[in-house]
């Protein structure tokens, strides 16, 4: 990766992992993507600040069956897991609070997507599209309210409380 940083007492500049700014005020710094492989066919995304899972950080991890998104994720990106069919079960942390445009499509072998969120997270387009032998696991208590929400109602009959 390629980094770039300059400190003056009116300006900070950052350049990493395809993020830049220039301005007068802190600067985050960009996001440090930790994958921890458990075993050959699960591993966990964690990242050290808030921020967006996105494709190029998911095709980075080949092979995997499981995906355990961190906390530190709250949004899954653009297409983050499109087109993996190695996959078998996403989990996504109760902080997720928007699913990015086709970042659950096209994964045919999923079979189980885990949403921890108590509150259904908003959606783009094409959710879930070419996958068919999926259920949707959510909180007990959020179950009616994901089958009811605007974003989630076309699968309310794949949505099922998270067994334990």
Do not use: H
Request: charged fraction near 20%.
């Amino acid at each position: 990766m390629n980094k770039f940083a300059m400190d003056s007492p009116i300006m900070k500049m950052y350049y990493g992992g395809g993020v830049a700014f220039v301005g007068m005020k802190e600067i985050p710094k960009p996001k440090k993507l930790t994958v921890t492989k458990t075993d050959s066919s699960i591993a966990t995304l964690d990242c050290d600040s808030s921020s967006v899972l996105t494709r190029a950080e998911v095709t980075a991890i080949t092979s995997i069956q499981k995906a355990v998104v961190g906390s530190c994720v709250t949004e899954l990106g653009e297409r983050a897991f499109y087109n993996n069919s190695s996959i078998t079960e996403i989990d996504l942390p109760s902080t997720i609070t928007n699913i990015g445009n086709q970042s659950i499509t096209n994964c045919a072998n999923v079979t189980s997507i885990i949403v921890r969120s108590q509150f259904p997270p908003t959606m783009k387009s094409n959710y879930f599209a070419g996958m068919s032998k999926y259920t949707i696991y959510v909180p007990s208590e959020s179950v009616d309210a994901y089958k009811a929400d605007k974003y989630w109602i076309d699968y309310a009959s794949k949505i099922q409380t998270i067994q334990s």
